[in-house]
């Protein structure tokens, strides 16, 4: 569009509320009738969406869903998956580009720029505005030389810029005033406005440091938004965000898995009225009176396997099943059930094979190739359809294939051991299926996509009640 517009908003660090904020921006402009789209840059995740035959970070489809379009690559050209400490997957308009070293990374983002900016125009051309979200913080002034994240991007797109600060964490002021300080005068110029974010209380408490914040940094103050109580009823953006919760009668235990990825799947679940969700760390026990051990997602099977066995959780899963529960793996959980993992390329690391957990009679080879594909598949117990998406390295197969979980096109997906109490898919997504959700819980009143939508909503109006829509829209450019 010829007249289109866009907006930064970047924080004082992460996890300050910048992807819900967004989320909650977009739908707000939408119920305006303005068409928006969302951007990030670059983002570091491991819990990824499949879009267009590709991915992208699963914030970014949420806030594409506000928007009320389907999830697109150029709304996350750069996608970092770690996969150890020190280094990570590089995603790059969907597809996987290499695996490097965080040092070595370093000397590549500068040329990435281009694509990044390719993808930003595209998203321009069918906007009347960008709504785009940084990254970590523009104070990491260590890292502006080849920035991407933050202030790299909006000079090179010439954006403005609005820094959300978060009051929860306590220092809001000095988060600020003090990113303020340590930018280049030129960077300081881009920003526009500030927005304090996470207020617990009476927002008008907190008026006289609003405008010493004012005061101090000459930016514009565009409101204090408390805390939203909703945030869990959106699919959460980091491992660290899913809670235990619940009173349901009906008990799920998810080991939180040092790797873990993907755990989108566990969404709907933590809705459900009947259910109860326990989110078990390391070092815990798998609760006794569990009715389902879900293992969810990895990004590096053959670590989280060994990280399994190490806080004691093999011998607390068969605990479980001799006490006749149930137990269900998706993506690199359904591989940890099988009898081997063979990564014969040294995929993820040396090249070798090692035990399974021997609860399915499958096998898998891991090869350097990733599937990632929208998958329409049908529940073969209850004939329910179901629409998720694949996102793996590695194949499986053995006898226990012979009882798929689901059919896709006719062909077996996942696998049932021979006692009916272990099954494993690589689809995620499943449970966001009303149907099926309700046929594995036996009983279900939730609707899961309204229930999202209807807390998008709820989050577009706690925006517009607490801060300056229309002067984040006029601060546009």
Known sequence: MQNSRAIMIQGTG?????????????????????????????????????????????????????????????????????????????????????????????????GLMPKVLESFQRLKAEADIVVVEGAGSPAEVNLRAGDLANMGFAEAADVPVVLVGDID??????????????????????????????FRGDPALFHEGFTAIEAHTGWQGLGTVPWFADAHRLPAED????????TGAYHIAVPRLSRMANFDDLDPLAQEPDVRVTMVPAGRPLPGDADLVLIPGSKSTIKDLAFFREQGWEIDLKAHLR??????????????????????????????????????????????????SEISAVHVASGTPVRGYEIHIGSTEGPDRARPMFTVAG?????????????????????????????????????????????LDALAEHIESHLNVDALIGMAR
């Open 14 to 110: 992460s996890n300050v509320g910048k992807s819900l904020l967004v989320a909650g921006i977009c739908r707000a402009m939408l119920r305006r009738g303005l068409a928006v789209r969302p951007f990030k840059p670059q983002n570091m995740s491991n819990n990824a969406a499949v879009a267009e035959g590709g991915e992208i970070g699963r914030a970014q489809a949420v806030q594409a869903m506000a928007c009320g379009v389907a999830p697109s690559v150029d709304m996350n050209p750069v996608l970092l998956k770690p996969e150890s400490e020190t280094g990570a997957q590089v995603v790059v308009q969907g597809q996987r580009l290499a695996t490097m070293k965080a040092r070595d990374y370093g000397g590549l983002k500068a």
């Open 169 to 198: 964490r306590g220092g809001v002021i000095a988060q600020i005033v003090g990113t303020k300080a340590v930018m280049s005068p030129t960077d300081a110029g881009r920003v526009k406005g500030f927005i304090v974010n996470k």
């Open 239 to 246: 491992a660290l965000d899913i809670r235990s919760g619940g």
């Open 323 to 372: 006490r006749g529960g149930k137990v269900l793996g998706i993506c690199g959980g359904y591989q940890m059930l099988g009898r081997l993992i063979a990564d014969p390329d040294g995929v993820e690391g040396p090249a070798g094979s090692v035990s399974g957990l021997g609860l399915l009679d499958v096998e898998t080879v891991m090869s350097p190739e990733k599937r990632l």
């Open 411 to 455: 062909q077996p997906e996942g696998a049932i051991s021979a006692d009916g109490q272990v099954a494993g898919s690589y689809l995620h997504g499943m449970f966001s299926a009303d149907s099926f959700r309700a046929a594995w819980l036996e009983g279900s009143g939730l609707s899961y996509g309204a229930a999202v939508e209807a807390a």
